[in-house]
């Protein structure tokens, strides 16, 4: 009997769009049960698979760059990987994709859609394009990633209505469907969404859409065979660059909370994303920091630190035309002043 293709549905967004808010909703999902979840991340320091709550052999992470451009060959041996396991009797019924933030979806797509190997096993079942309702028209505005994505997705879905005026909301709408009309508009609650709305999605089809989108592929085609084992670092812009730091000691609440807000409210055109998981001091369980553009996301605790973790604090941001030392210099000032007063208070 001929085995059927496993679908595989790519989850796309810009920066912080809330793809892993959601991908954790969707994995609870009895639908969801023996799906193998694919995580790539933009930056030195991957945090998203400690953000995952089901993590077991199925979660593999695509790290060492983003999937558009050097991570490419990793995507085809990690299918191709787990295309033998399913064959060694292995129950894998979907794959869930979740890409960096800057991932040009076009060479992703074409991978899926071309490469024999993964063809003979898989079938893309569908692009679901995160946007996020307070940012999502800057992005728009500045970042072409965020138009491809939005262009060629199966599913478009807005996330983080409650930060947006009604208004705001509706001009968005109203450009996405001018970018996009063929996807249907859904929407998600701090991730949630009936996965029924996702999944299944027929896999996709350039019919309807935007004439741009056969271009950007075709473009892709011709890429691929010029210079397939060439890797594309230049394909984001080049003022974009992930930047980390990592924190031996505990740091102290008050000093990385009011720099993160400052940031946000200053920076916030210049700071496409914060993410950290932290220690912080008379803390016992770690504290997840998001920031955004100019929002700061109320930080959540973890139920515990992972059982190999360091229990260093790790912090990454994606800045974009802004230097990593200015950056730098108010982080430390910030934690130096409330160090200062930890002091006083203590001392
Ligand atoms: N207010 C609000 N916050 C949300 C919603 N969805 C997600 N968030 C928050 O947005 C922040 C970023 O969410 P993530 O799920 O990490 O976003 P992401 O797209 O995976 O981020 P990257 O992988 O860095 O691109 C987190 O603080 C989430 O809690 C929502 O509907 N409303």
Do not use: Y
């Not at 995507?75 to 990987?81: E, H, K, P, S």
């Not at 983080?160 to 005026?165: E, I, M, R, T």
């Not at 930047?243 to 993160?260: E, I, N, R, Y």
């Not at 802004?322 to 730098?328: F, H, K």
């Amino acid at each position: 009997m001929k085995r059927e293709k496993i679908p595989v549905t790519v989850l796309t967004g810009f920066l912080g769009a809330g793809k892993t808010t959601l991908l954790n909703r969707l994995l609870k999902a009895p639908e969801m049960a023996d799906c193998a979840v694919l995580i790539n991340e933009f930056g030195e320091i991957g945090l998203d698979h400690l953000l995952v709550e089901r993590l077991d052999d199925d979660v593999v992470l695509l790290n060492a760059g983003c999937l558009c451009c050097t991570v490419r060959g990793d995507l085809v041996r990690v299918l191709r990987d787990l295309a033998l396991r399913a064959e060694g009797g292995q129950a894998i019924r979907r794959v869930v994709v979740e890409t960096t933030g800057l991932a040009d979806p076009a060479p992703i797509l074409q991978t899926l859609m071309t490469d024999p190997v993964v063809l003979s096993a898989f079938r893309l079942d569908g692009i679901v394009t995160l946007v996020d309702a307070a940012s999502g028209m800057a992005t728009l505005d500045t970042q072409i990633e965020a138009v491809k994505q939005a262009a060629m997705a199966d599913r478009l879905v807005l996330t983080k209505l409650d930060l947006a005026s009604p208004e705001s909301a509706a001009a968005l709408a109203a450009r996405l469907s001018a970018l996009n009309p063929v996807a249907p508009l859904l929407r998600a609650e701090h991730g949630a969404i009936a996965p029924a709305a996702l999944l299944d999605a027929g896999g996709f089809d350039p019919a309807g859409r935007l004439p741009a989108v056969a271009d950007w592929l075709a473009a892709e085609a011709g890429h691929h065979h010029h210079h397939d084992h060439h890797h594309d670092r230049n394909r984001h812009d080049a003022g974009i660059e992930a930047v980390s730091f990592v924190f031996d000691a505990p740091l102290p609440w008050d000093g990385v909370a009011t720099w993160l807000e400052m940031l946000a409210l200053t920076r916030g055109d210049s700071v496409l994303r914060v993410k950290g998981l932290l220690n912080i001091a008379g803390e016992e369980r770690p504290v997840v920091v998001h920031g955004v553009q100019h929002v700061f996301h109320p930080p959540l605790k973890l139920a515990a630190w992972p059982g190999d973790h360091d229990r260093k604090s790790r912090l990454t941001l994606v800045l974009r035309n802004l230097p990593r030392a200015v950056v730098e210099e108010g982080l430390v000032a910030f934690i130096r002043a409330a160090q200062d007063t930890m002091t006083i208070r203590t001392g």
